[in-house]
């Protein structure tokens, strides 16, 4: 059976680029399979919130993501991103977590260089490590890759809002040179740093696209164009969905049927019920 981070390394080996929709739990990583999407990524932002309303802060666990990502995993046949914070930890810690999230199920995991706790990378008050520690937390995901976890090490810097562009692409590019298999410089701030970053740095990239966040909504043909191999949204499930359910509830303490929504049995059929009667009825006694 073909490995899910094998997979993924199919799918980066193939032309084009990799258009991601961000999940966070098994029914929205099923909803993106279902819409034909190849890959999904857990957000850390988007599974603080599902699972404890709470903002991403460093406020969630390592135990809470992984579990989270697990189940996810298992819901879905197509690779998952897996947003791994800081390691949390040490170099020690972090192989544990490069470990744990392969024995999960991730075809990937991200690791960044903000100082723990950590916040959302398009969020006020970020601060990030030296330059040696960020390398550390590198070189232990690659170590942990190289002795056998089967997992791709996707390395993210946050350093371009603290210490500015070059010091980001430069860090980028020292992650490569360790062995992370996909780069990702978290916000840059316009069309130009976007293509120096993307001429700078060799192999796959990671574009973050957030609604009204600070790195520019582009199309994807012009990311692609300009170097990124991968265009994540991470945040636009988590955003339908709760404004869909405010409008359901404002309509339903208004008095009215609300508008919007599936029908009983497209409900049933999203959840997995026609799987499950089809696996029931094989070992029903005739």
């Known amino acids: 059976m073909t490995s899910s981070a094998e997979k993924l ?26 819409m034909g999407f190849a890959s999904t990524f857990m957000s850390g932002f988007a599974v603080s919130a599902a699972r404890l309303g709470l903002p991403d802060t460093g406020l969630i666990s390592y135990g809470e993501l992984v ?12 690779p ?25 199920g991730f075809a990937c ?20 490590v030296g330059r040696d520690e960020a390398i550390t937390r590198i070189q232990a995901a690659v170590d942990a890759r190289n002795a056998g976890a089967d997992i791709l090490i996707m390395a993210r810097t946050d350093a371009r809002d ?20 996909i780069s ?7 069309l130009a740093e976007m293509r120096l970053y993307c001429q700078s740095v060799e192999g796959p990239k990671m574009a973050n696209l957030i609604e009204h966040g ?19 949204y991470p945040l636009t499930l988590l955003s339908a969905s709760i404004h869909a359910m405010r409008e359901a509830l404002s309509d339903l303490k208004n008095g009215l049927q ?10 049933k059929a999203a959840v997995g019920f026609p799987e499950y009667y089809a696996e029931e009825k094989r070992y029903t006694m005739e």
């Open 9 to 34: 390394r199919r799918l980066l080996a193939q032309p084009g680029i990799l258009l991601m929709a961000g999940c966070h739990d098994a029914i929205s990583a099923k909803q993106a399979e279902w």
């Open 67 to 78: 579990e989270q990502g697990r189940n996810i995993c298992q819901a879905v046949n197509i």
């Open 80 to 104: 998952v991103f897996g947003d791994g914070d800081t390691g949390f930890g040490n170099a020690i810690n972090v192989r544990r977590t490069v470990q744990g999230y392969a024995q999960a």
């Open 109 to 128: 995991i991200m690791i960044e260089d903000q100082i723990s706790p950590k916040r959302c990378g398009h969020t006020q008050g970020k601060a990030v």
């Open 162 to 181: 603290t210490h500015g562009l070059q010091e980001a692409i430069e860090r980028c590019q020292l992650f490569r040179d360790i062995g992370a298999d």
């Open 184 to 190: 990702f410089l978290e916000a840059p701030l316009s």
């Open 214 to 232: 600070k790195t520019p909504l582009l199309p994807i043909p012009e990311l692609e164009a300009m170097g990124y191999k991968i265009a994540v």
């Open 258 to 267: 609300p508008r919007h929504g599936l029908d009983f049995e497209e409900l």
